[in-house]
């Protein structure tokens, strides 16, 4: 009898490490970060630069947001920004633009130009949805042409143009401030304020955890798995669409890749704050930490005036330390059951 | 017929002058962590003669053929090919020798060709290291055509269904040039032509002095083909008998050890089926053009139905259709008196149907806390929108309370419950809300003693409180322990249902 106790015991010490290393390595890599940067740029650990680094986070944070949802099902949208950058040419083609700007619009009035763009990035979340639930198109091979899908549109719109005008409501999003606060960085902490409440404590948040952690036993527990990932996918390309509006209203402009980066970024910042990529496990306070490590690893980087092509290798190499954790975390749980 | 000579070159056992056996094992026994699945027993086999090889599941067959075939290096007793004693330390040393097998478990590659698949690991090279694809295909062609089969070798594995998989897979070791052909039921998933057209292909086999040892379920098939038959009960070899001198009664009584061992659980009950209890899920000549043909049958309030069938019948198959998974080609299900058609799991679950998997990994969440477990197919009954964990841990408290689920803690991970447990947390998910229609495919099975008593306690106080259930099991005892009615499936189709009177392990063994 004691042995078994014994062993049970060790068995659940190996688990909590195991599931803490998810929670804890992020962590520990933003502590050092801040600690590191804190003592080589004396501008660092400001609030003015904390703020800053909110700010460069708050796009890629609701990206993140609706990413967090589809790897918590073990899926995976490789079509963020591009849909991000399609719906924020959209919102762009709904308005009336300067007139030495070349591109045909349907100008209308803002409230219905927002309206018409978040059906459209609906639209483009239900065309993945179908056709990863109801054809059967794995998701990375589905958003990958999507991505393809959402880079057209953007070319069509645009025609190698760039766009300047938005929708008051969105320009106040994008660039507006309260209280010496950015718009964009509230909408970003809603979004992640929401979508934490929505997966903890709602029903469908839990099918989305169920059905990450045992597709199968999900299903043959009478969940409605298909509706359920189609539902992940079309809330990634709701945020994705918003996160574009809200991102040219930040950047001032559309125009054809103007979202290149945030693909990678945004992944990044869900993996990194330890989401399992086989799902089930994670959430937004994980993805809340990783988009902390890479705004401050960015912000860092670019105070302590390194190589930047330096910068592009330590980003990639902190990456990989990521993957290896979060893998290794899984196994390690897997083994100890 | 030219298409059955070796592609390989000739067999390395010399020929035998008189009529001493090909292959002779002496006193083998095998365990596996202390249990004896062998208990030194001696088999042989004669030069061109076709072997059946008979017993239940678990006596020992597979085992003792994986020994045969090198696959299993480590064992007692002695092993004696042409006379001459020989050891395998691995299947290619065995293949080597001349022995060939075609495992229970298929073991095709889906995603290569049907060529690439026959010619597995031994593609033709030309010179310079390139393979012979022409010479492939063309070959590949025609030893399946001789087992009457029209298959382009250059369609993918996978897209075949599973008959002509097996009976690829098959051509290629009966064209491999062994000189002992071991085939451990290969005959499941086909057809009956398909049978007729193997059986063929192994009377040629045999008429050029090959030997052939052949594990079925498919007691006729066995006394048809076989030139002896040898029975295995519990690791023993009961007898070798020529198949003339065996009626299919006579191989039953051998395999279940009539008379002399006491009658114990699960070995034969009374059955008491009835007609006048109503009908709650009435399945009507559903199939889903593969596995499953044409089934109908009844599940009627308060009564347990057994379906028992060998692996591949199709009652897996069967159960899926019934719980809203896996594709109806013909047929239709009525649930209480109207037609019903369940495109997902999630509509069978909320009209009242619900279903437990042969595999409990199929429906538990290891890592998740038991309440979750439990609370999962009742989610939406608890919850419209916000989760109430508190009551999610009440209502499973309480299942743990009734069944007696060990530790008794809501709030661990399932992972560290004993199977039996396990099985029980299974069941508590569709205990909260009685349902219409249970659904048990292999309830009982790998439980200890203990546990399953339990589980079967808990089955038929579930039957006593009106559910509808259906119990589907490949094991006799299973379905003997738990039902009311029983229906015999075999190869998709209903073989024998059986309503009320006496009913013994022997009766379905004769009807699957
Ligand atoms: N690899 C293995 N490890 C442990 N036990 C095994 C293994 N293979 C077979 N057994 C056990 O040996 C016994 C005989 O199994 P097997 O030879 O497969 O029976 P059969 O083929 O007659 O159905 C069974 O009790 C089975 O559980
Ligand atoms: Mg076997």
Not at chain 2, 128 to 132: M, Q, T
Not at chain 2, 153 to 160: D, E, Y
Not at chain 2, 285 to 293: E, S, V
Not at chain 2, 405 to 418: H, K, Q, V
């Given at each position: 009898m004691a042995d078994t106790v014994d062993i049970k015991s060790t068995r659940s010490v190996k688990r909590f490490l195991a599931e803490q290393m998810r929670n804890i390595a992020p962590v520990f890599t933003l502590i050092v970060l801040i600690l590191f940067f804190s003592l080589q740029s004396p501008?660092?650990?400001t609030l003015d630069n904390a703020l800053n680094i909110l700010a460069n986070s708050s796009i890629t944070g609701i990206i993140a947001v609706g990413l967090t949802f589809v790897i918590l099902t073990a899926e995976i949208d490789l079509s963020v920004a591009a849909i991000a950058n399609a719906i924020g040419i959209t919102v762009a083609f709904f308005t009336m633009q300067p007139e030495y700007v070349n591109i045909n619009t349907w100008p209308m009035y803002g409230g219905l130009a927002i309206i018409l763009t978040l059906l459209a990035a609906f639209g483009l979340g239900s065309v993945t949805a179908f056709g990863v639930?109801?054809?059967?198109?794995?998701s990375f091979i589905m958003t990958l042409a999507m991505m393809q899908i959402a880079d057209g549109l953007s070319a069509v719109l645009v025609r190698g143009q760039i766009a300047y005008n938005f929708p008051d409501f969105i320009v106040m999003l994008g660039s507006g401030k309260v209280f010496g606060l950015r718009w964009s960085i509230i909408v970003c902490l809603i979004f992640l304020l929401v979508a934490h409440l929505v997966l903890k404590y709602t029903r469908f948040g839990r099918y989305v955890y169920m059905v990450g952690g045992n597709r199968e036993a999900a299903e043959y527990s009478g969940v409605n798995v298909k509706l359920i990932i189609a539902s992940v996918m079309i809330i990634s390309a709701m945020c994705s669409g918003i996160a574009g509006m809200i991102g040219v209203a930040y950047f001032g402009s559309a125009q054809?890749?103007?979202?290149?980066?945030?693909l990678l970024t945004a992944i990044a910042a869900v993996v990194l704050g330890g989401t399992s990529l086989f799902g089930g496990r994670g959430g937004i306070g994980n993805t809340i930490v990783g988009l902390l490590v890479l705004g401050v690893l960015n912000n860092g980087l670019d105070l302590i005036q390194i190589d930047s092509f330096l910068k592009i290798l330590i980003r990639g190499l902190i990456l990989l330390a990521a993957l290896v954790i979060n893998v290794y975390a899984q196994k390690l749980k897997e083994s100890s059951g | 017929m030219d298409s059955l000579e070796n592609n390989d070159g000739g067999t390395l056992v010399p020929p035998l002058q008189?009529?001493?056996?090909l292959l002779e094992m002496r006193a083998v026994t095998k365990r596996f962590g202390g249990i004896a699945?062998?208990?030194s027993v001696d088999f042989s086999i004669l030069e061109g003669e076709i072997h059946g090889l008979v017993g239940e599941n678990g006596a020992g067959k597979s085992t003792m053929m994986k020994i045969i075939a090198g696959?299993?290096?480590?064992?007692e007793g002695e092993m004696f090919v042409a006379g001459q004693p020989a050891q395998f330390h691995s299947a290619r040393d065995a293949l080597k020798a001349g022995i060939g097998m075609v495992h229970q478990e298929l073991s095709i590659v889906?995603?290569?060709s049907v060529a690439e698949n026959v010619f597995l690991g031994h593609q033709p090279v030309r010179a310079?290291?390139?393979?012979?694809w022409g010479y492939m295909n063309r070959t590949a062609r025609e030893q399946i055509a001789s087992l009457g089969l029209e298959i382009d070798?250059?369609?993918?594995?996978?897209?075949?269904p599973v008959g002509l998989q097996q009976l690829v897979e098959l051509s290629r070791v009966l064209f491999s040039g062994a000189r002992i052909i071991i085939l451990d039921e290969?005959?499941?998933?086909?057809?009956p032509p398909e049978v007729a057209r193997l059986f063929d292909a192994l009377r040629q086999l045999r008429a050029q002095g090959r030997s052939i040892i052949f594990i079925s379920h498919f007691l006729d098939d066995v006394l048809e083909i076989s030139d002896r038959v040898t029975v295995f009960r519990n690791g023993h070899k009961v007898a070798t008998t020529p198949?003339?001198?065996?009626?299919k009664d006579e191989v039953i009584a051998q395999m279940i050890g009539r008379g002399s061992a006491e009658m114990t659980m699960g070995e034969e009950t009374e059955l008491c089926g009835d007609d006048s209890h109503p009908v709650v899920v009435e399945v009507r000549?559903?199939?889903?053009?593969?596995?499953?043909?044409d089934v109908s049958l009844s599940l009627r309030r308060g009564e347990i139905t057994g379906v028992y069938g060998f692996m591949g019948c199709g009652q897996i198959e069967l159960s899926r259709a019934l719980f809203g998974k896996g594709n109806l080609r013909s047929g239709q299900v009525f649930l209480e008196g109207s037609p019903v058609r369940f495109r997902t799991t999630a509509t069978a679950r909320r009209a009242g149907i619900a279903y437990v998997p042969e595999n409990r990994r199929m429906m538990?969440?290891?890592?998740?806390?038991v309440f979750k477990n439990v609370s999962i197919a009742i989610l939406d009954r608890i919850a419209r929108l916000v989760l109430r964990p508190k009551e999610e841990q009440r209502i499973t408290g309480n299942h743990i309370e009734d069944l007696q689920?060990?530790?008794?803690?809501?709030?661990?991970?399932?992972?560290?419950?004993?199977g039996g447990n396990q099985q029980k947390v299974a069941l508590a998910k569709w205990l909260t809300h009685l349902p219409k229609a249970l659904i048990l495919v292999e309830?009982?099975?790998?439980?200890d003693v203990g546990a399953k008593e339990d589980v079967i306690r808990i089955v038929k106080s579930l039957r006593d409180k009106g559910v509808a259930i259906l119990v589907l099991s490949t094991e006799p005892e299973t379905i003997l322990t738990l039902a009311d009615r029983v229906t015999v499936m075999k190869k998709g189709l209903v073989a024998r249902e059986f309503t009320t009177g006496h009913l013994e392990k022997a009766d379905l063994l004769a009807a699957a």
């Open positions: 501008v660092f650990f639930t109801v054809i059967g198109i794995p054809q890749n103007g979202f290149n980066d945030f | 008189d009529g001493s056996p699945a062998l208990n696959v299993h290096a480590d064992f889906p995603d290569l310079g290291g390139i393979i012979d070798p250059t369609k993918r594995m996978g897209s075949l290969p005959t499941s998933a086909l057809s198949a003339a001198e065996l009626t000549g559903i199939g889903d053009g593969m596995a499953l043909k538990l969440f290891r890592t998740e806390p689920i060990r530790p008794p803690r809501t709030d661990i991970a399932l992972g560290n419950l004993s309830p009982t099975r790998g439980m």
